[in-house]
């Protein structure tokens, strides 16, 4: 039986069991982040952490270009950099060429956070991935990274967390209330 919309004939068992399959493992994923995060800073849900890590991969960015990275409408990307602003985990200025232009980026306490709750899920993951048997680790690699590179994740190792503003610069003044 086909799946509507799906462009092509599968087998509708085969393809109920990898969905199935993606959500445990989705769930597994989700609890490591949340108990990561958690661990290094209780006050970071899970969506602002989003935005860190949005930050964290694609460095210095308009307002608007981390909303449309998110998914997210622009008034709801800027309510939460303004709650991550207040908290100092995140940076945002006017540039100097265009004033309306609001850039925003990782505050050196926000990458801090990013590096360690990477760390800790690393670690995490390590821990579960090690109990898995040899011959399963080169199969779910080739699946783990196809599905990466299908959701449109930037890889591990391209990642850089040294982002520096190239553009000058003046501080937005903060707004009170």
């Given at each position: 039986m086909a799946i509507a919309g799906s462009g092509t004939l599968r087998d509708e068992t085969g393809f109920e069991a990898?969905?199935?399959?993606?959500l445990g493992a989705s769930r597994a994923l989700v609890a490591v982040a949340?108990?990561?995060?958690?661990?290094?800073?209780?006050?970071?849900?899970?969506?602002?952490?989003?935005?860190?890590?949005?930050?964290?991969?694609?460095?210095?960015?308009?307002?608007?270009?981390?909303?449309?990275?998110?998914?997210?409408?622009?008034?709801?990307?800027?309510r939460m950099c303004d709650r991550l602003v207040r908290k100092g985990l995140v940076l945002r200025r006017r540039a100097t060429a265009d004033r309306r232009a609001v850039r925003v980026s990782l505050a050196p306490s926000g990458r801090d956070l990013v590096t360690e709750v990477t760390r800790r899920r690393r670690a995490q993951l390590a821990t579960i991935?090690?109990?898995?048997?040899?011959?399963?680790r080169r199969p779910v690699l080739a699946a783990l990274r196809a599905?990466?590179?299908?959701?449109?994740?930037?890889?591990?190792?391209?990642?850089?967390l040294g982002w520096h503003l190239d553009l000058p610069v003046a501080p937005l003044k903060?707004?009170?209330?």
């Open positions: 990898l969905l199935d399959a993606v949340a108990r990561s995060l958690v661990d290094v800073a209780d006050d970071v849900t899970l969506v602002q952490y989003r935005v860190l890590v949005e930050l964290a991969a694609s460095g210095p960015q308009r307002l608007a270009d981390l909303a449309n990275g998110l998914g997210v409408d622009p008034s709801t990307a800027t991935l090690e109990r898995l048997p040899d011959e399963d599905f990466a590179s299908a959701a449109g994740e930037v890889p591990e190792r391209e990642w850089s903060a707004k009170h209330g």
